[in-house]
């Protein structure tokens, strides 16, 4: 790929107390490009998201987004930098819908504080309430879960909910998704539909 890298690690090391997680790990990532960190378990894979999604914070390295040194910055400001992700292990709202589990997502980009929303009728939170909804929409309708829209997460199959937190993701208006095993505990249906999902999130 050509062009500078959206996302670089550079000697990104993790310790936690006498064990070592990472070591000097490096690599760069291209716009455009789809990026897989491979090994078995417990090489340290999501640990390495999590380093990238500031969960995190290396013992050493540092992680650049988009030139920036993003090393000690939180998580919310990293998702309003443009970076969205997934977990291994899901991380829904169970008892919330579909939808209101994907306008989560869009948290970050609201603009109405609390005195507007306070003046919810008056000033312009009901309509950018709308404005996100439609947007949530589009996604749902991209990733082809209208017709659990209104169903609780946690009533939905292993597989929906994975597309449901890539939704999610998403919503983050991202210019970088970080998926830490997307297809794990799926079947081979879901995870075809779920690698051309991806595929087709990369080329839109």
Request: aromatic fraction near 6%.
């Amino acid at each position: 790929m050509d062009g500078p890298a959206i996302l670089a690690a550079e000697n990104v090391s993790l310790r936690f107390g006498g064990v070592r997680a990472l070591t000097e790990v490096s690599f760069h990532v291209r716009p455009g490009e789809i990026f897989s960190i491979i090994g078995p378990n417990g090489a340290g894979k999501t640990s390495m998201v999590n380093c990238i999604s500031g969960r995190y914070r290396p013992t050493e390295g540092r992680v650049f987004f988009q030139g920036q040194d993003i090393t000690r910055m939180g998580a919310n400001r990293r998702a309003g930098l443009g970076l969205g992700r997934t977990f291994q292990n899901l991380a829904l709202f169970g008892h919330m819908s579909v939808l209101d589990n994907i306008m989560v997502g869009r948290h970050h980009l609201m603009k109405s504080g609390f005195a507007r929303g306070m003046l919810y009728w008056l000033g312009g939170a009901e309509r950018e309430e709308i404005e996100h909804r439609r947007a949530v929409e589009e996604i749902v309708d991209f990733l082809e879960i209208q017709h659990v829209r209104h169903a609780p997460a946690g009533t939905l199959s292993y597989g929906l909910r994975k597309r449901v937190e890539l939704a999610r993701a998403v919503a983050v208006n991202p210019k970088l998704i970080l998926l830490d095993e997307p297809m794990a505990g799926m079947n081979l249906e879901e995870k075809e539909d779920m690698a051309r999902f991806i595929i087709d999130l990369n080329q839109e």
